[in-house]
Each structure stands twice: as C-alpha cells, then as structure tokens.
C-alpha cells in the first residue's frame, strides 16, 4: 500500500512538472505581428509586432528566422548626433511581466534578401526563438502604411 503511494506521488509530481513547462512557453504572445508593404525589388524589409512575456521570468529573443528570408536581424534604431542609424542586436530582452514593442523608430526585425517581396494583404511565416528553448511559429500580415515620414536604412 505504502508503496502504491509513493508511485502515485512521483506520477503526480511529474505531472506538475510537465505542465509548467509547457505553460512557461505558452506565457509568451506576440500581438500585433506586420512588415511593411515593399516594392517587388526592396532588399531589406522592416517587420513589427508586441511580444508579451506573461511569465515570471525574463526571457530574451535570441533569433528570428523565416524561410521566405535568407536572413533575419534584430535591429535597434538610435540617434547619433542627428543621424539616424541602425543597430544590429544579438537579443532582445523580454522582462518578466512585460512587454516590448517593436515599431518605426525603434526595435524592429530587419528581413534580409526576400525570395520574392509579398503584397499588401498578403503574411509570411517567421519563427522566434526564445533563450528558454522555445520555438514560436508567427505570421506577420503585409501592411501599406503612409506616413509622413520615412525611415532611411544605414547598414
Ligand atoms: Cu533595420
């Protein structure tokens, strides 16, 4: 009998610690995923979104990937002096309980080299890799945006 017990706490301990593992990869949303709508011969494409993180624990990006895109960067735009530059990151820390927004101006995903550049309407598939190990599978909607101002690329 005694033993029976054990068996049944050891199943239930492990029970626990399969679901918060899971929840811990579920904590993370992405909102509001877009890139820009191109023209058909731009070679770098800026993509946007919201990442969530619902956890208590900090998580960072570490990469981006996506197949319609021979590379991924995440870049951070700053002021030097009155030039605007880009500036590519390694990560993107996500604090626990927060979220980070990349939009114009700011933090974004450059999307490097297009196989073909999709239209307004139109989603491309991206993957983000988180530090836990986490594996997200995103669409990003093509968006036209009109804005007054434009943003010049400094690579
Ligand atoms: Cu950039």
Request: charged share 25%.
């Given at each position: ?9 050891l ?67 700053e ?30 995903l ?11 309407g ?6 983000l ?27």
């Open positions: 009998m005694k033993s029976e017990y054990r068996h049944l706490t199943a239930v301990l492990s029970v626990i610690l399969c679901l918060s593992n899971v929840s811990a990869e579920d904590l993370i949303l992405v909102h509001e995923a877009w890139m820009l709508e191109a023209p058909t011969n731009a070679r770098v494409i800026a993509g946007y979104m919201t990442i969530e993180n619902k956890s208590s624990r900090s998580r960072r990006l570490i990469g981006v990937s996506g197949q319609d895109f021979e590379r991924i960067e995440i870049h951070q735009t002021m030097q002096g009155d030039i605007m530059r880009m500036v590519p990151m390694e990560e993107l820390e996500i604090p626990a309980g927060s979220a980070v927004s990349l939009e114009p101006g700011s933090y974004h450059m999307l490097i080299s297009p196989r073909s550049v999709p239209k307004e139109e989603a491309v598939n991206l993957e890799q988180f530090d836990s190990g986490y594996t997200m599978h995103i669409k990003l909607i093509v968006r036209a945006v009109h804005r007054g101002k434009t943003m010049k690329h400094f690579h």
